[in-house]
Nanobody, 118 residues
Framework: QVQLVESGGGLVQPGGSLRLSCTAP????????LDWYRQAAGKQREWVSS???????SYADSVRGRFTISTDEAKDTVYLQMNSLTPEDTAMYSC????????????WGQGTQVTVSS
């Protein structure tokens, strides 16, 4: 069992920034990536960004250039720095990681709400 805990969400004005955190025990000691997803009200969940334990990062087109994913290995924490936020970024943000040979067992955090509004 892996317990992921997100934090850092809140209300921010358009153009503002937030940094989300996902505490992921054991993340740096296994080979599964850690992913951020978001789900806006009435919409399907969408993938936002991923980071692998080798440091490789990837981003959805909608956030590339504005969001940055990074890790603090000492804290087993993954961050999502979000800049130039727009109302379209309003969503519940959740982190996910996997376990198993193919990372086929998924673990999700409870999510943190991000609201971008003036």
């Amino acid at each position: 069992q892996v317990q992921l805990v997100e934090s850092g969400g809140g209300l921010v004005q358009p153009g503002g920034s937030l940094r989300l955190s996902c505490t992921a025990p054991g993340f740096t000691s296994n080979s599964c990536s850690l992913d951020w997803y978001r789900q806006a009200a009435g919409k399907q969940r969408e993938w936002v960004s991923s980071i692998r334990t080798d440091g490789h990062t990837s981003y959805a087109d909608s956030v590339r250039g504005r969001f940055t994913i990074s890790t603090d290995e000492a804290k087993d924490t993954v961050y999502l720095q979000m800049n130039s936020l727009t109302p379209e970024d309003t969503a519940m943000y959740s982190c996910k990681t996997g376990r198993g040979v193919l990372c086929h067992v998924s673990y999700w955090g409870q999510g943190t709400q991000v609201t971008v509004s003036s």
